[in-house]
Nanobody, 115 residues
Framework: QVQLVESGGGLVQAGGSLRLSCAASGTTFSIGNMGWYRQAPGKQRELVALVSSGGITIFYTDSVKGRFTISRDNAKKSVYLQMNSLKPEDTAVYYC????????WGQGTQVTVSS
């Protein structure tokens, strides 16, 4: 059974940094694309960043370009999101996502940025 375990969320002041981590377990062959989504209160879930199986960044949403960096470690079956210069509008629940024949989601980790 594939599971995704996230860590690294929390409360930070505007301008601060956080690093989210997500580790997959239960996989037996290579994981495809990996990414991070977020959902703020009252808003739809949106794609934040996406990285290919080869480690090439495919996508950043415009609002995080230049501030967030996605990376992955295939040996550890993990994906990371380094978030710098955080803004209050980055406050959301962040979800790890992988493509492994089908979509799998983490449980979500809360990121709160205070002004």
């Amino acid at each position: 059974q594939v599971q995704l375990v996230e860590s690294g969320g929390g409360l930070v002041q505007a301008g601060g940094s956080l690093r989210l981590s997500c580790a997959a377990s239960g996989t037996t062959f290579s994981i495809g694309n990996m990414g991070w989504y977020r959902q703020a209160p009252g808003k739809q879930r949106e794609l934040v960043a996406l990285v290919s199986s080869g480690g090439i960044t495919i996508f950043y949403t415009d609002s995080v370009k230049g501030r967030f960096t996605i990376s992955r470690d295939n040996a550890k079956k993990s994906v990371y999101l380094q978030m710098n210069s955080l803004k209050p509008e980055d406050t959301a629940v962040y979800y790890c996502w992988i493509n492994y024949s089908k979509d799998y989601w983490g449980q979500g980790t809360q990121v709160t940025v205070s002004s």
